[in-house]
Each structure stands twice: as structure tokens, then as C-alpha cells.
């Protein structure tokens, strides 16, 4: 069965560079344009990582990070930021809400698939 990633952006260009990516990797992946579109596709469906963005609109990934970390189910679910931060105090803040990795855009497909495959749920 294959594993599936939640896309979390405002970008839809983003997102759809990341779901290519994704599916052409064997993966299912989701779509959300912010954290509370994204609580709100979450439900009950098994999501083995999630890569979020930081800055978006509705509420931005850190807020979307710590609510995810309050949810029983998803309390242990992977998370990459995918994100323009690069500022320490910005990834400390991301690691301190349950951050996993955190990767500055652009990024190269290759280095995503490397993160995604290390830290994806069995």
C-alpha cells in the first residue's frame, strides 16, 4: 500500500512541483493550501509525513505544526518545513513545535525524495 504525504502550501505551484514529485515516487499525496485546510482534510485517513510550508495565509505552518502535535493520531506524524525561512531563531521555533527536518526553498527534487524517504512513517 503505498504511503501518503500531506502538501501543505498557499503555492500552488508548490504544491503541484511537490505531488509530481511525490507520485512519481510511489507516493499518495494531499493537498492543502494552509494549516486549517489542512486540519480540516487530516480526519481519520492515515498521512505518514506531512511537508508544510511556514508562511501562509489562514494560519501559518508553526501554528498548524503545534495543532497537528495535539491530535492523538497525529501526534508522532512526521513533519517537513518547506519554506523561504532561513533564519535560526525561525527553525529553532519549527523544531521546538515538533519540526522534523526543515528544507529552504528552491529546493532540488532529489534532496525532498532523500528527507521524505528517511522520515516517512512505515
Known sequence: MAKTIMVVDDSASIRQVMNLTLSKAGYDVVEASDGSDALGKLGAQRINLIVCDVNMPNMDGISF???????????????????????????????????????????????????????VLP
Open 65 to 119: 505544526l503545534r495543532n497537528l502535535k495535539e491530535k492523538p493520531a497525529h501526534k508522532f506524524t512526521p513533519v517537513i518545513m518547506l519554506t523561504t525561512e532561513s533564519q535560526e531563531s525561525k527553525k529553532q521555533e519549527g523544531k521546538a513545535a515538533g519540526a522534523r527536518a526543515w528544507i529552504v526553498k528552491p529546493f532540488k527534487p532529489e534532496q525532498m525524495l532523500d528527507a521524505v524517504s528517511k522520515l
